[in-house]
T-cell receptor
Framework: AQSVTQLGSHVSVSEGALVLLRCNYSSSVPPYLFWYVQYPNQGLQLLLKYTSAATLVKGINGFEAEFKKSETSFHLTKPSAHMSDAAEYFCAVSPPNAGKSTFGDGTTLTVKP | DAGVIQSPRHEVTEMGQEVTLRCKPISGHDYLFWYRQTMMRGLELLIYFNNNVPIDDSGMPEDRFSAKMPNASFSTLKIQPSEPRDSAVYFC???????????FGPGTRLTVT
């Protein structure tokens, strides 16, 4: 069984500030982990994924996430927020080749000018 | 590739009417997923298929909902009869294998009056 918890349903940052979106997971096997972004009136699109290679994963638009097994975390960061980063972000976990992905409840990121 | 294609993008119907949502997955993807997204309940997995066969329909809310995948390039989600509480955005997604990243379509916004 697997689950994912996103801490904070809403996060607000100022433009240029650090973005940190938190995700903790549980999985009975080494997981694949994903971050997706959903812009208004669009479907989800992949930001980045961890598949048991490098623990620091770089994605699109300057985002990155670090897999920390000891903390069962996969937090998403970006050094400097842009207005265009305002969106909803979903963390997801899956047992590779063994089961479907489980999505978190999402975190809405607001970027203030 | 054109990505996952969904039609219609918007659907407005009256309570009691039949609604059919359509999806064309990415060619070569063996898995197809149907999701529903609402403000109240977030993103919910309704059903998913592997090689056109339904694998898990435990998320289908009730018998009014049915889904089919007659071939590898087409799937439908049908609601009959529709009710106002079915109003939501319905997403179709596909992936190469189970647990892999999912590619989402743009969604169908359904409004039942």
């Amino acid at each position: 069984a697997q689950s994912v918890t996103q801490l904070g349903s809403h996060v607000s940052v100022s433009e240029g500030a650090l973005v940190l979106l938190r995700c903790n997971y549980s999985s009975s096997v080494p997981p694949y982990l994903f971050w997706y972004v959903q812009y208004p009136n669009q479907g989800l699109q992949l930001l980045l994924k961890y598949t048991s290679a490098a623990t620091l994963v770089k994605g699109i638009n300057g985002f990155e996430a670090e897999f920390k097994k000891s903390e069962t975390s996969f937090h998403l960061t970006k050094p400097s927020a842009h207005m265009s980063d305002a969106a909803e972000y979903f963390c997801a976990v899956s047992p590779p080749n063994a089961g479907k992905s489980t999505f978190g409840d999402g975190t809405t990121l607001t970027v203030k000018p | 590739d054109a990505g996952v294609i969904q039609s219609p993008r918007h659907e407005v119907t009256e309570m009691g009417q039949e609604v059919t949502l359509r999806c064309k997955p990415i060619s070569g993807h063996d898995y197809l997923f149907w999701y529903r997204q609402t403000m109240m309940r977030g993103l919910e997995l309704l059903i998913y298929f592997n090689n056109n066969v339904p694998i898990d329909d435990s998320g289908m809310p009730e018998d009014r909902f049915s889904a089919k995948m007659p071939n590898a390039s087409f799937s439908t989600l049908k609601i009959q009869p529709s009710e106002p509480r079915d109003s939501a955005v319905y997403f179709c997604a596909s992936s190469r294998f189970i647990g892999d990243e999912q590619y989402f379509g743009p969604g169908t916004r359904l409004t039942v009056t």
